[in-house]
């Protein structure tokens, strides 16, 4: 079985910083891409960036140019450095990836809690 256990959130002024982390574990084969999304009440949940095993990135157009994220692949784990928190990046952030057990699947971390205050 494999778990996705996301750690680093919490409560941070506006301008502030938080990194998050997210790391896999289980009967683990491979993983592909690795991400983060959020939600916020009331809001769809918003792609916040991706990455590839081989580290090639890709971000959400509200987080661009202030968040940055990272993996280290030796430790099936994926990072969301952010910067210049706003407000409105109040939300629950979930980590996601792309494992292959058996076959390869979607798996979902539980979610961590971000507010930014004003």
């Known amino acids: 079985q494999v778990q996705l256990v996301e750690s680093g959130g919490g409560l941070v002024q506006a301008g502030g910083s938080l990194r998050l982390s997210c790391a896999a574990s289980?009967?683990?084969?491979?993983?592909?891409?690795m991400g983060w999304y959020r939600q916020a009440p009331g809001k769809q949940r918003e792609l916040i960036a991706t990455?590839?095993?081989?580290?090639?990135?890709n971000y959400g157009d509200s987080v661009k140019g202030r968040f940055t994220i990272s993996r280290d692949n030796a430790k099936n784990t994926v990072y969301l450095q952010m910067n210049s928190l706003k407000p409105e990046d109040t939300a629950v952030y979930y980590c996601?990836?792309?494992?292959?057990?058996?076959?390869?699947?979607?798996?979902w971390g539980q979610g961590t809690q971000v507010t930014v205050s004003s």
């Open positions: 996601n990836a792309e494992i292959a057990v058996a076959v390869w699947d979607d798996y």
């Open positions: 990455i590839t095993s081989g580290g090639k990135t």
């Open positions: 289980g009967s683990i084969f491979s993983i592909n891409t």
